[in-house]
C-alpha cells in the first residue's frame, strides 16, 4: 500500500515558477515508478511526466518538455516537479501517482493516486 500526498500547488502569473512535492508513505515506495498527471476542468486527466520502471528514463508530454522537470529523493519518500515558465493554459488540478508496471502515460496503470494540488496560472 503506498499513500500519496501532494503539496506546494498555488496561484502564479505566467511566466512564473512552482514547485509541486509528492509525499509517499509505504515501505514498497522505492519499487513503483511514478509520474504527474493533471486536470483542467471539463478535460480529461492527462499525462504531463513521468519515470521509467527502473527509474533511469524519464519522460514528458510535448506540452511540457523543456519547461518541467521531475525528480525524486528516495531517502525522503518524495517525488518533485519543477515548472518553469508557467502558461496560463497549465492551469489544472495536478496528481502524481505511482506504478509497478505498465505505459507510463495511461492513467490506468497506475495503481495509488494523491488527491490533487491545485495550480492556478493566471496572464
Known amino acids: 500500500q503506498v499513500h500519496l500526498v501532494e503539496s506546494g500547488g498555488g496561484l502564479v502569473q505566467a511566466g512564473g515558477s512552482l514547485r509541486l512535492s509528492c509525499a509517499a508513505s509505504?515501505?514498497?515506495?522505492?519499487?513503483?515508478?511514478m509520474g504527474w498527471f493533471r486536470q483542467a476542468p471539463g478535460k480529461e486527466r492527462e499525462f504531463v511526466t513521468a519515470?521509467?520502471?527502473?527509474?533511469?528514463?524519464?519522460y514528458y508530454a510535448d506540452s511540457v518538455k523543456g519547461r518541467f522537470t521531475i525528480s525524486r529523493d528516495y531517502a525522503k519518500n518524495t517525488v518533485y516537479l519543477q515548472m518553469n515558465s508557467l502558461k496560463p493554459e497549465d492551469t489544472a488540478v495536478y496528481y502524481c501517482?505511482?506504478?509497478?508496471?505498465?505505459?507510463?502515460?495511461?492513467?490506468?496503470?497506475?495503481?495509488?493516486w494523491g488527491q490533487g494540488t491545485q495550480v492556478t496560472v493566471s496572464s
Open positions: 519515470f521509467s520502471e527502473s527509474g533511469g528514463r524519464t
Open positions: 501517482a505511482a506504478r509497478r508496471s505498465g505505459t507510463y502515460s495511461n492513467t490506468k496503470t497506475y495503481d495509488y
Open positions: 509505504g515501505r514498497t515506495f522505492s519499487s513503483y515508478a
